[in-house]
């Protein structure tokens, strides 16, 4: 496989459930990022990771918990959450973390909180 | 005021249409200038990148920055179907934030 990938691609959880969204790139990137879309909304910036250390955490939520075991893998932690929380969840990686080439998305999560 | 204004759309062209997409900035640091088309069920895809002032073409798409009336503009030339996608501009100044438009909607009609 190539590039980003994600999973699962879609999701429904219940506000009490516990789950975990992975993301694995493929293209020896050091910088990896979550990134939360919602319908007619930019995208916002939720964590970034350069070689496994976070260097931002854009004022999210502690129901959200990324982990980065390494630089191939990112996951996003998610529990008690609430339903407005429902929308796509991005992963992202890029060469460095001021990419002079831009990021490479997956394909997103798709996130129902019921 | 939001450090990025996209219009939502939706544009809708005939094929073979020149389209124009544009954003406006309200932060003069910003000297990176990207464009990604996001696909129905997918992440976005990088398309230009440029920095600073200017123009670039890579085949059907140019990106055009003006950075004195901080407004970007992508025109894609002979527009196809298969370009009817969300369209979203994106900047960032020397770090490593990168701000995005909420994206315009294209659809083009055969």
């Known amino acids: 496989e190539t590039g980003v990938t994600q999973t699962p691609r879609h999701l429904v959880m219940g506000m009490t459930n516990k789950k975990s969204l992975k993301c694995e790139q493929h293209l020896g990137h050091n910088a990896m990022y979550w990134y939360k879309q919602s319908a007619k909304k930019p995208l916002e910036l939720m964590f970034v990771y350069s070689l496994e250390e976070r260097v931002e955490n854009n004022s999210v939520p502690s129901r959200f918990s990324p982990e980065c075991p390494n630089s191939s893998h990112l996951f996003l932690h998610l529990h008690t959450l609430q339903p407005e929380d429902s929308a796509l969840y991005l992963c992202?990686?890029?060469?460095?973390?001021?990419?002079?080439?831009?990021?490479?998305f997956g394909s997103g999560t798709r996130l129902t909180v019921v | 005021q939001k450090e990025v204004e996209q219009d939502p759309g939706p544009l809708s062209v005939p094929e073979g249409a020149i389209v124009s997409l544009n954003c406006t900035y309200s932060?003069?640091?910003?000297?990176?200038f990207m464009w990604y088309r996001q696909y129905s069920r997918k992440g976005p895809e990088l398309l230009m990148y440029t920095y600073s002032s200017g123009n670039k073409e890579d085949g059907r798409f140019t990106a055009q920055v003006d950075k004195s009336s901080k407004y970007i503009s992508l025109f894609i030339r002979d527009s196809q179907p298969s370009d009817s996608a969300t369209y979203l501009c994106a900047m960032r100044t020397g770090g490593f934030k990168t701000i995005f438009g909420a994206g315009t909607r294209l659809f083009v009609k055969a």
């Open positions: 992202a990686s890029s060469q460095r973390v001021s990419p002079d080439k831009g990021y490479t």
């Open positions: 932060n003069s640091a910003f000297q990176y």
